[in-house]
């Protein structure tokens, strides 16, 4: 267990007198116990995205359990995930592990002829007994490819936390991708999952502003998966897809730098980006986002009176949390007391965190006993904050939003701005009309 007060490099931001300066942003790290989830959550909006793929947790009871309690109704909806668990024959090497995967998965396909790309995914167990996913989707792959693709990530607690496990799944789907010809256009990948129904408003959007090839990763089917080179310019929805960054850059493709779609401004700041980098007019970007700005305005507008000068505390989830901040503390007036997110990658959020004031605490990874004790010394109007921690809070008389809903729930782009905004004005609003007393 240890708390390290680290320094955030700020971007470059202009000085009064016009010049230039980089100023630190204290950060507390902090290691210990901490409530999250693991990477294989993930799974419940990754098979709803793809509507072809079919993953197959290769775990213990423990994760199907997980599985089971997090995807709630979904798994009386034959979802497209399952667990194959790890028996103790397999832990005392009596069965061959692949050989067990092998049927399994060969009974699978045959059941399922509509899967067409099946993802093996790790787990804790599966990794402890080193079992070589990637070496069995290849086995798997020469054995199946004539009807379906199989690849493999890991999304164990070992490795990853909540949102992770995308960033894992995005990472080894980008080594998979099809190579783009070098003379192919300019082309634009949105990156990490949005709701079907944002990818169509950004798709309108980018027709707006005369952008003829774009894409979105993960797609919704794996028949239709971007190719990927040196014309690709790529743009981030999700702050957590950072491996798969990297992966793209490692392809050639060329990242566009921005703020996180959420909120009026943030939608803004995302789309002038990509138009920076595609030439768009500063006339044809005002007539294809103005009335979008101003339904989104209008509508954040309602749930600011409910959050005006509330005091906010944000425990780490989803790494979402500074966009959240962000949002809140500029959208809505807001007061952030503090900003928590398992893992700050300076790169991607620290343009966020630009915006938000310098008494703001922000805190990375978690020693969850500490920071329940700043929570209560702070005394927030509001706590967003997992499930475990909410009702206890609640109890003590505090009002809490639940973190999770950020993850499941539309949030990004205009038409969502007024969503987001009531997803926190909500339990404040309740907690008045109930008038429960600390
Ligand atoms: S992958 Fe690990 S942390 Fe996640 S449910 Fe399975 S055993 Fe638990």
Known sequence: MTTVIDRLNRPLKKKPSGGTAETPRPVLRERGQHEVFCGLTSIIWLHRKMQDAFFLIVGSRTCAHLMQSAAGV??????????????ERDLAGMADVND????????????????????????????????????????????????????AYSGSGIETTFTQGEDTFLTA???????????????????????????????????????????????????????VGSNTSFILAQPYANDAAKALIGRGAKQIAAP???GEQGTTSWL?????????????FAATTDPGRARARQAVAHSRKDLQGRKVFLFPDSQMEPSLARFLANEAGADILEVGTPYLHKNHVSGELACLPETILVSEGQHVDNQIDRARAAKPDLIVCGMGLANPFEVEGFTTKWSIEFVFTPIQGYEQAGDLAELFARPLRRRALLKVEA
Request: hydrophobic share 50%; charged share 20%; aromatic share 6%.
């Open 260 to 262: 996180f779609p959420l």
């Open 100 to 151: 067990e995967l092998d049927k399994i998965v060969a009974r699978l396909l045959e059941r399922r002829p509509d899967i067409k790309m099946l993802v093996l995914v790790g787990s804790c167990p599966s990794e402890v007994i080193k079992l070589d996913l990637s070496r069995a989707a290849q086995r798997l792959n020469a054995e199946h490819h004539n009807n379906c693709r199989v690849m």
């Open 173 to 227: 789907l980008i080594h998979d991708l099809p190579a783009a010809a070098a003379a192919s256009p300019q082309s634009l990948l949105v990156v990490g999952t949005l709701g079907d129904v944002i990818e169509d408003q950004f798709a309108r959007i980018f027709q707006g502003f005369g952008i003829e090839h774009f894409s979105f990763l993960p797609s919704r089917l794996s028949s239709s998966l971007p190719a």
């Open 74 to 87: 979904m798994i009386f909806a034959e979802p497209r995930f399952a667990t194959a668990i790890i028996g």
């Open 272 to 284: 002038s980006a990509i138009a920076e980098r595609f030439n768009v007019g500063t006339a044809r």
